[in-house]
């Protein structure tokens, strides 16, 4: 005898969540590989500051095989007293900055660029939820930024306060930044 399974509405939007979030990842691993070999073919290197992506961008790039030819290195720089110790930026180095405008993220960007003499710095800085953050950024509010030849600077809302799907998107957000500029 066969017995049906009736899968609840909680449970479907559970799954579907689940299977949005891995597709995210997915997604994310993908273009960290297409930044990888963009990297390499144009022999350069890449070092990377960020907050709220909670170390995503780096995990992406390191996943990708061959990474030791174009990344460097990497620091999530969560807190003032990692911003100092990570990156050596003082409190007169960012006075006047709220944690996540993109003169900010363009500062932790150029930072670790120079301090690791690399081709290109990633910043990224936010509030991935579920709540803002201290300074009145709401949850889903991040701003990506790159440096080298070029400086860009990005902001993004998801408008979601749904912490690990906010972190991929941040993540994600940064390496197509980054992917914009090496094109």
């Not at 930026?89 to 960012?94: A, K, N, Q």
């Not at 944690?99 to 690399?118: C, D, G, N, W, Y």
């Not at 201290?134 to 080298?148: C, E, F, Q, T």
Request: with cysteine; net charge positive.
């Amino acid at each position: 005898r066969r017995r049906s399974r009736c899968i609840g509405a909680g449970a479907m939007a559970f799954r579907l969540h689940a299977l949005a979030k891995a597709m995210s990842m997915d997604t994310l691993f993908a273009t960290a590989a297409h930044v990888g070999a963009q990297l390499k073919a144009r022999g350069e290197t890449v070092a990377v500051a960020e907050s709220a992506a909670g170390g995503l961008i780096s995990a992406a790039l390191l996943a990708v095989p061959g990474a030791s030819a174009f990344y460097i290195a990497g620091a999530v720089v969560y807190t003032p007293r990692a911003r100092h110790r990570l990156l050596g930026l003082r409190r007169e180095d960012v006075r006047g900055f709220m944690s996540a405008p993109e003169p900010f993220a363009l500062l932790m960007a150029e930072t670790i660029r120079k301090q690791h003499s690399v081709s290109w710095g990633i910043g990224e800085t936010g509030a991935a939820g579920p709540n803002g953050n201290p300074y009145g950024h709401a949850a889903g509010h991040d701003v990506v930024a790159v440096s080298g030849p070029v400086q860009f600077a990005r902001t993004i809302a998801t408008g979601s306060s749904d912490r690990q799907a906010n972190m991929v998107a941040f993540a994600l957000a940064a390496l197509e930044l980054l992917a914009e500029q090496l094109a």
